[in-house]
């Protein structure tokens, strides 16, 4: 078509050339040509046939006058379907867009883990080489904590998107900072790990458990049991439920939280949580090896805080054999060797106990150089065993010399130089020097007390303050001190026992029964085996003149305490029975612990005196008066005068019931000098003198009775 014609037509339909062109391209054009094939077959046969082709043309379906394709054919159907095409095509370009972003970010991430990747290990080995010289000195642990903070900061800044990496530098500085005794920087950071591993992870998850289990640790440190306790039976019970029992993160949260129990004084429930976690490593990790040492380790210490010093022993050379054969763990031996002496040093056993510590020294002088702080700790070990063997003045220098250098070294808070100074202060109270002893004791007991009042470390230098108190006989200062930590809330708590017993002996010195009577029956309570207590119960009662409940002890402990086999405790519990007549035990039972007593104890001539009085006493009050001035009069030769005021007593008594007077009468006068008022301080022996004023008040009332008492038995006596 010419030029001129090509626009004519293009006007007369109200276009333009190029777009008629474009317009009547394709379908149009195989229509048009078909029509005009000079071949009748090719043709359309019909008139008809050409207008359903234009009508296909028209609705956009495939022409018959083209080639079918299939990409033709697509094209009509998009071209039939475009809303449908066009809402697909954005739905596949968003699909395309969201792919590209999602392939950078991950691009990104994975750049951020292999940078973590390479940063982490690096940073860890420099942290972890900041732990090896923590204890260098104090200026550099004021530098170390420095660092520490600053790389806290950093972590808390840069890694806030990388909750994982933040959680995993979180939970490694925070035991650096325990390293340094920073305690609440250390829980700080144990509680941003904890929340991190909450949101990454779920609450139940193993992740979650192993935060607990460290933030368990810190606490523990830091002397929170209670809170401690707690994230420790969290991080238990979510591993028990995860893993089962025989687990190694299973055994780690037994030992963790029977640590705390040991350090709560629940030794029962302690026990069998670490000697399960001992079996479960032992199955998972059998011959050498460094969980099943520290199993051992644990289950030592708490044979110690019993004073089943035999098993803390035998445990304690086990721990030893174990680490002597872990390569490259000569710390661990050494640390071994300490708690092995400290065992064999309360058996008795002083050579085992020198030896051990002197190996562990020579451990330590081979692996650390002249003056490092572990050395010196050695020392102070070496003076604290030189107390225990008597030799005082030696271990006065060598202490001092061990707590100048710690000084120096670590700073006056360090927990090796405050240890060295609860030693010290012993040996001062031991020299006699009680002035100078308070003092180093009020000053340890500061430092433990910035872990709070109720740690194992501050309840020690608590009593021993308060010991150290009464010595010098500033009672009032005692007792303010110790209704500073007795509170109410506290004295519920059996880790209170030492304390409460040194509030029971102050009141008892004063001659204040019933406030004695109630700390002595709460200590029957947290120490239902230990006789001690069942006897200054019994004691208190009678001066607080409540019978019933007397009557009530007296039928319950002879049994509780029948098969023993120390005489102290046997004539202890036969007296408790034994101060009122009619006291509702059984006699019989009474006697034979009064006869085992002096059984047992014949060749004990510091406690013979007592035991046969304590006899004298149980045949007066089945009536053997003859038997009960026998055994009076051989009490009556020994040293002890509260021995000898018991035998007195009884001695007075039963030459009354035999019609002897005149005897008894003089008996009696050979009692007056401890049957005067109550002093203002009746010393350690207060609750001997208790018991031989209340034999001498019975026998002074029986003595002025007019009446003539018979020889006859009986059992009101």
């Known amino acids: 078509m010419a030029e001129a014609d090509l626009t004519t037509a293009a006007q007369q339909r109200r276009s333009e050339p190029p777009r008629l062109i474009h317009s009547i391209r394709g379908d149009l054009d195989w229509i048009a040509m078909r029509a005009l094939e000079k071949d009748r077959t090719r043709r359309y046969e019909t008139a008809n046939d050409l207008a359903l082709d234009v009508k296909r043309f028209l609705e956009n379906e495939p022409v018959s006058a083209r080639p079918p394709s299939r990409l033709y054919k697509f094209q009509k159907t998009v071209q039939r379907n475009k809303l449908l095409f066009l809402g697909i095509s954005v739905i596949v370009v968003v699909l395309v867009i969201s792919l590209i972003i999602l392939l950078t970010l991950l691009a990104k991430e994975r750049q951020a883990r292999h940078r973590s990747q390479l940063v982490t290990p690096l940073l860890e080995d420099m942290l972890k080489g900041v732990g090896d010289s923590v204890a260098w000195g104090a200026d550099i642990r004021i530098k170390l904590q420095d660092i520490l903070d600053r790389a806290t900061k950093r972590v808390r800044t840069e890694l806030r998107d990388q909750p994982a990496v933040e959680a995993h530098l979180c939970g490694l500085i925070a035991n650096l900072y325990l390293d340094i005794g920073k305690y609440d920087e250390a829980e700080k950071l144990d509680r941003i790990a904890l929340t991190n591993e909450w949101k990454m992870y779920g609450r139940n998850s193993a992740e979650a458990a192993a935060s607990l289990y460290h933030l368990g640790k810190t606490l523990w440190k830091k002397g929170d049991l209670r809170n401690a306790e707690e994230a420790h039976r969290k991080a238990l019970s979510i591993r028990q439920r995860l893993f089962g029992t025989n687990h190694a993160d299973v055994a780690a949260s037994l030992c963790g939280l029977g640590s705390v129990y040991d350090n709560q004084w629940r030794q029962k429930e302690a026990e069998p949580l670490l000697r399960q976690a001992l079996e479960i490593r032992r199955q998972l990790f059998p011959g050498n090896n460094l969980e099943v040492a520290e199993s051992l380790q644990s289950l030592a210490l708490l044979f110690q805080s019993e004073g089943r010093w035999p098993e803390a022993e035998a445990t304690a050379r086990e721990f030893v054999e174990m680490c002597r054969h872990i390569p490259g763990r000569e710390d661990r031996v050494a640390a071994a060797l300490e708690d092995l002496a400290v065992a064999a040093g309360f058996n008795g056993k002083r050579d085992v106990q020198e030896a051990a510590h ?39 220098a060598v202490l001092k ?317």
Not at 387 to 392: K, T, V
Not at 478 to 505: I, K, M, Y
Not at 529 to 542: C, E, G, I, P, R
């Open 358 to 396: 002197k190996e562990a020294f020579a451990i330590k002088r081979q692996m650390l150089p002249e003056g490092h702080p572990y050395v010196v700790k050695s020392i102070s070990n070496l003076g604290e065993i030189l107390r225990l063997q008597g030799n005082l003045t030696e271990a006065h």
């Open 401 to 717: 010399t061990a707590i100048s250098i710690q000084r120096k070294l670590l700073g006056d808070d360090y927990p090796d130089t405050v240890s060295s100074l609860g030693s010290f202060g012993q040996v001062l109270e031991s020299e006699g020097n009680l002035a100078d002893a308070e003092v180093i004791y009020r000053e340890a007991l500061a430092s433990w007390r910035r872990s709070g009042d109720h740690n194992p470390q501050s309840l020690w230098g608590w009593g021993q303050l308060c010991h150290v108190l009464v010595a010098q006989r500033k009672y009032r200062e005692a007792e303010q001190l110790l209704a500073e930590v007795l509170t109410p809330a506290f004295v519920t708590n059996r880790a209170c026992s030492d304390l409460l017993g040194r509030r029971l002996d102050l009141m008892g010195r004063e001659g204040r029964w019933k406030e004695a009577a109630v700390d002595a029956a709460t200590l029957m309570q947290f120490q239902p085996t230990d006789y001690y207590w069942s006897y200054n119960v019994a004691t208190l009662l009678v001066m607080t003149h409540d019978r019933s409940a007397y009557e009530q002890l007296c039928r319950r402990i002879p049994a509780a305490f029948a098969e023993t086999t120390n005489p102290y405790i046997a004539q202890r519990i036969a007296e408790s029975c034994l101060l009122l007549p009619n006291s509702g035990a059984d006699l019989q039972l009474v006697d034979r612990l009064a006869t085992r007593a002096v059984t047992l104890g014949s060749g004990d001539g510091g406690g013979i005196g007592y035991f046969q009085a304590c006899k004298a006493l149980s045949e007066y009050r089945e009536g053997s008066f003859p038997e009960a001035v026998e055994w009076a009069e051989k009490a009556l030769k020994n040293s002890e005068v509260f021995a000898r005021a018991k035998g007195c007593a009884v001695l007075a008594m039963a030459q009354w019931r035999l019609g002897l007077k005149d005897a008894a009468r003089a008996t009696l006068k050979l009692a007056q000098d401890i049957s005067s008022n109550q002093a203002v301080d009746l010393g350690d022996g207060w609750i001997n003198w208790l018991v031989a004023r209340i034999l001498l008040d019975e026998a002074t009332e029986l003595i002025a009775d007019k009446s003539t008492p018979g020889a006859k038995s009986n059992n009101q006596h």
